[in-house]
């Protein structure tokens, strides 16, 4: 699980347009033996509880910030828009876990129907597996994922000695995780990311040509740490999974 998520974590930093996302399945099923309709559910569901708190963190952050009324309104509209959103698709999600596809009926038809019936089949299993228990224990770690890395972000802002509350870190985090969401960036979301920064800490009182900067220092402190992570584990990594394997023996 460890290999996964650093290698994972890696890709994201260095592949362009959320590929990194494109391998994660392939990688749950190369480590962990799960069939990759299931790895597809399980990103899909992690990726959607991030997508809901970040914009449930991101609408709280506009209420309690004083800033421009109509850009208050227009981040606030974002913000309640892109939650109906996850919440329309957790719908669809659940009504599709609950429509029953008979195999049976499709004996007759194509190998290339059957095969996408089978690959329906196989989400609908994925979907299955996850019951009320493991989404609110989803729910819950996302929350205290997000708390993790606004703290991080908070502390990079501090140590630029930027004059930022706590709250206006969760409206610059939140809102760049939410247009990084969107896959039309270049190498690991590199240039919309600081963009986005870069807009949002202008809403909060920082000049263009400040929050620039601020939001370039603050991607490559934020990008060294994974990839740092990512060499160290290389380095480490045939020993550690090596002695892992023999323990298990």
């Not at 391998?23 to 509880?49: A, D, E, G, T």
């Not at 802002?157 to 247009?179: Q, R, Y």
Request: proline share 2%.
């Amino acid at each position: 699980s460890l290999d996964i998520n650093i290698i994972h974590t890696v890709l994201l930093c260095i592949l362009p347009a959320r590929l990194g996302d494109v391998c994660y399945p392939f990688l749950l099923n190369k480590n962990l033996n799960i069939i990759i309709s299931h790895s597809f559910v399980n990103l899909l569901v992690l990726r959607l509880y991030d997508f809901m708190v970040s914009a449930i963190l991101f609408l709280l952050s506009t209420i309690t910030l004083s800033i421009n009324t109509a850009d208050k309104l227009i981040l606030q509209k974002t913000a309640l828009f892109l939650f109906i959103i996850t919440i329309c698709i957790f719908g669809a999600i659940k009504y599709f876990s609950l429509v029953h596809f008979i195999p049976k009926k499709y004996r007759n038809k194509s190998v290339r129907m059957k095969r996408i019936i089978g690959i329906l089949c196989q989400l609908q299993e994925g979907f299955h597996a996850i019951n009320i228990v493991d989404h609110i224990i989803l729910f819950i770690m996302t929350c205290i994922k997000w708390i993790l890395s606004i703290g991080v972000i908070y502390f990079i802002f501090k140590s630029l000695n930027m004059d930022i509350l706590a709250t206006e870190t969760i409206l610059v985090t939140t809102g760049m995780s939410l247009v990084v969401a969107l896959p039309i960036q270049a190498i690991g979301g590199f240039g919309i990311t600081e963009a986005a920064m870069a807009l949002l800490l202008g809403l909060i009182g920082y000049a263009t040509d400040v929050a620039v900067t601020y939001s370039l220092a603050t991607r490559f402190i934020w990008l060294a740490m994974p990839l740092s992570v990512g060499i160290i584990w290389l380095l480490l990594r045939n020993t550690v999974l090596r002695n892992s394997t023999d323990q298990t023996k």
